[in-house]
């Protein structure tokens, strides 16, 4: 090959061939005084500083590894250098503030000058394949055409394309359609409304995620709420949770099969009462918790957010007064945080119909009515609770007997508004009863004194709401003075109050 070469005059970039050395034999390759012999033949500079006059010239001796590899590496370190300020230049462009790629610049003791004739710069050539093509005459800046043709950046058809382009330049969710292929021209009126429309949708609907993602919705939960589910299921708690059965302004209930647990037995069907994280439904009804003197210490330390937890805690504390004085209510499996898993109402996945939607003959209806009365009764006086809000919407009707709901919000006699809520509840019950036909129903004033045991008269409401306020007042100043440990004797107050002391 070598001869070939050199037989048409070419001549080898690295150099000219040295003869290859004969073949010796496997002794005299052990000797030493051979070894020795190439050793001095085979010598060169190590240096790393090499003549880069000797490394150039075609001249040179290349039949050194390192030193084939130092010149292979110069190259391509120039080579690199190179590419780099072109894209350097390309990248910066025309901006008066530029980015400099200095260090990342290959430095190697044999580059030669950026000024060498051998180096090939295509930025400065026709041939360089970054180079932006510019027209040889430019026109003044916002003006095309010439003479009569002459168009402006303000002329309607542009304008009209160009925004018609930038449309594709609005959220994925607004259907732009192909207005280019139409040849479609906006005018900025029309574009600029648009283009309003469409960053108030991105904002209203980045609101509407984040209170999604922060609340829990109609029939949906947040993703805390939904871990907090699933981690019940793993646990083994729950065996699987069915869907949605009920919601309303406060909670969301779902139907679960159970498990199992060490410490209790869980029931074969379950509910999770969810309480919505929304504080839109809370914020008004701070009322029932924050002068019940249970929880009256922690509610004024606690953001609104960690209120709601206080409810499922608030619900649990009123469904065990009740199961431990005998009154039908669920019972209460677990709590976690603001989830509330109690036993099902209802049989085979079917929950039991509330009193306002059951189908009842008048004779059950009669005997809903006296255990509706008896069940008042008896939370009243042995559960020391008012339901405040009892209503044909939280009682149940499930084997011919009346289950009581809800009391999430129920309060003590002693609360300052308890009586309110009591009369309250009485009006409810006494309206739906009448109304349902049941002949020997009380009035709200008899069933108002039958339950509380008080015997207060009045012809009107309001003569009978001011005697109810009087004795909330005197109510409070008893709490008042309890709190501070010195009681009233036994002629003081109401038989209501007197009831109390006599239980402490």
């Known amino acids: 090959m070598d001869q070939i070469e050199v037989a048409k005059g070419v001549k080898s970039p690295w150099g000219a061939a040295r003869p290859v050395p004969a073949p010796c034999s496997l002794a005299d390759v052990m000797s030493e005084q051979l070894a020795k012999q190439l050793d001095e033949e085979n010598t060169f500079p190590t240096c790393p500083e090499v003549d880069a006059e000797l490394l150039a010239s075609p001249e040179g001796d290349t039949d050194s590894d390192l030193m084939l590899a130092q010149m292979l590496q110069m190259q391509f370190d120039r080579e690199f250098d190179s590419q780099l300020r072109r894209e350097e230049k390309k990248f910066n462009g025309d901006s008066k503030v530029s980015i400099s790629f200095e260090n990342y610049r290959m430095v190697h003791p044999y580059e030669e000058s950026d000024s060498s004739e051998d180096e090939v710069d295509w930025q400065d050539t026709c041939n360089d394949p970054y180079r932006a093509d510019k027209p040889t005459t430019t026109p003044r800046k916002g003006f095309t055409g010439k003479g ?10 542009v304008c009209g394309r160009k925004n018609t382009a930038r449309m594709e330049h609005f959220a994925p969710e607004v259907q732009v359609g192909d207005g280019l292929g139409m040849d479609l021209k906006l005018s900025n009126q029309v574009y600029n409304a648009l283009k309003q429309h ?3 949708e991105q904002r209203r609907s980045a609101r509407l995620h984040e209170k999604k993602e922060h609340s829990t919705a109609e029939q949906a939960v947040d993703p805390k709420t939904r871990l907090l589910m699933y981690k019940m299921v793993n646990a083994g708690i729950l065996d699987n949770i069915n869907g949605c059965i009920s919601t309303g302004k406060e909670s969301v209930v779902f139907h679960a099969d159970g498990g199992s647990m060490e410490e209790k037995e869980v029931p074969k069907e379950c509910v999770l009462k969810v309480f919505k994280t929304t504080l839109n439904e809370f914020k008004n009804r ?39 004085a005998g009154i039908l209510c669920p019972e209460v499996v677990i709590l976690r ?28 209806m009669r005997l809903a009515y006296y255990q509706v009365l008896d069940m008042m009764q008896q939370l009243y006086r042995e559960c020391k609770l008012i339901h405040a809000d009892l209503s044909e919407y939280n009682m149940l009707w499930h084997d011919r007997k009346v289950w009581l709901i809800d009391v999430s919000q129920s309060v003590e006699p002693t609360h300052p508004h308890g009586l309110e809520f009591l009369f309250r509840d009485c009006r409810n019950v006494s309206t739906f009863f009448e109304k349902a036909g049941v002949a020997d129903v009380m009035n709200v004033y008899e069933l108002f004194n039958a339950v509380s045991g008080l015997e207060i008269s009045g012809d009107n409401e309001a003569d009978f709401l001011a005697q109810i306020e ?18 009233p004797t036994s002629d003081e107050g109401p038989p209501l109050l007197q009831r109390d002391y006599e239980d402490i």
């Open 286 to 324: 701070d009322k029932y918790i924050k002068d019940d003197y249970r929880f009256k210490d922690r509610f004024s330390k606690l953001n609104p957010r960690k209120v709601i937890r206080l409810w499922a805690e608030k619900e649990m504390h009123n469904l065990a007064r009740m199961k431990k």
């Open 198 to 200: 469409c960053y108030s």
């Open 148 to 157: 009569k043709n002459i168009t402006t950046k303000h002329d309607e058809v």
């Open 337 to 364: 945080k603001h989830i509330l898993v109690m036993s099902f109402i209802g049989q085979e996945h079917v929950p039991a119909p509330k009193l306002k939607d059951a189908m009842l003959s008048s004779d059950d």
């Open 470 to 487: 009087s004795l909330e007042k005197m109510n409070e100043d008893h709490v008042q003075k309890r709190s501070k440990k010195t009681f």
